[in-house]
């Protein structure tokens, strides 16, 4: 069980805008930023958002991110086919004194 | 740009122990915190543990702490964890990874993993 939850998919068609969300706590969430990572089996972990709504240079418009009390939400508008991946949020915790992850939601491209 | 190579996965018996190492290149490694995160079979990723840039700040995840040791080496730009009593849930593909700050501010970069296997 982690610490964060997410929806363990989502899906839509390309075009489409998708959001996935990330619910934590106060030791967390509530009191510390939130980053998201999209992951590609077989591949290295990429940084999507950093301090709740910050994009990397290289990382496309299309990804958004936002924070509210202790939950997070990522968003992806015009859906293409290769953002089929997983998708991490995590944020420190002050009560365990490390990082938590979600659980991840794999994001299908019909 | 900025590498990391991860080392040192394979199969090990449970109780036994493995040290992994991560070389990293292309940025200033003794000014920047660096992590492990791992991915078991099937399951998400697991942050392991995180040094600060010059080793004085540790931290690990409850389920390691007493049997693995993150520590670094700035005259080899080399991350290592080493991993003692392993059991077969340590099994998983365990990631190095670039901190965006001395400490633990969080993970900016990662490594392609390298696998490690407990079984008898």
């Known amino acids: 069980q982690s610490v964060l939850t997410q929806p363990p998919s989502a899906s839509g068609t390309p075009g489409q805008r998708v959001t996935i969300s990330c619910s934590g706590g106060?030791?967390?969430?509530?009191?510390?930023?939130v980053r998201w990572y999209q992951h590609l089996p077989g591949t290295a972990p990429k940084l999507l958002i950093y301090t709740n709504t910050q994009r990397p240079s290289g990382v496309p418009d299309r990804f958004s991110g936002s924070k509210s009390g202790t939950s997070a939400s990522l968003a992806i508008s015009g859906l293409q086919s290769e953002d089929e991946a997983d998708y991490y949020c995590?944020?420190?915790?002050?009560?365990?004194?490390?990082?938590?992850f979600g659980g991840g939601t794999k994001l299908t491209v019909l | 740009q900025v590498q990391l190579v991860e080392s040192g996965g394979g199969v090990v018996q449970p109780g036994r122990s493995l040290r992994l190492s991560c070389a990293a290149s292309g940025f200033t490694f003794s000014s920047y915190g660096m992590h492990w995160v791992r991915q078991a079979p099937g399951k998400g990723l697991e942050w392991v543990a995180v040094?600060?840039?010059?080793?004085?700040?540790?931290y690990y995840v409850d389920s390691v702490k007493g049997r693995f040791t993150i520590s670094r080496d700035s005259s080899k730009n080399t991350l290592y964890l080493q991993m003692n009593s392993l059991r077969p849930d340590d099994t998983a593909v365990y990631y190095c990874?670039?901190?965006?700050?001395?400490?633990?501010?969080?993970?900016?970069?990662w490594g392609q993993g390298t696998t490690v296997t407990v079984s008898s």
């Open positions: 995590a944020a420190w915790d002050d009560s365990l004194n490390g990082w938590v």
């Open positions: 040094t600060s840039y010059d080793g004085s700040d540790k």
């Open positions: 106060s030791s967390n969430i509530g009191s510390n930023a």
């Open positions: 990874a670039k901190d965006g700050s001395p400490y633990h501010s969080g993970i900016d970069v």
